[in-house]
């Protein structure tokens, strides 16, 4: 989805492959898509956008993290 709207970024994607939690799809997506978004948008062009999935402990823990300001 997003690479479509930032082709000069790069996203670079590390995760589990096991299902980490029980959640509502759409509520995660809305969370996701706007953790996205600002890193595209506060990236300097064609900047690194890191995203992260783990589990630590019994939490489902999401990192994303770029290389703006």
Do not use: M, W
Not at 10 to 22: Q, S, Y
Not at 38 to 56: D, E, H, W
């Amino acid at each position: 989805l997003h690479r479509a709207v930032s082709p000069i970024h790069t996203f670079i994607l590390n995760l589990e492959a096991l299902p980490l939690c029980l959640c509502d799809p759409l509520r995660v997506s809305q969370i996701v898509n706007n953790l996205f978004s600002n890193a595209i948008k506060y990236s300097p062009y064609g900047g690194q956008i890191r995203v992260t999935l783990s589990r630590q402990q019994n939490l489902a823990v999401l990192a994303v993290e770029d290389e703006g300001i």
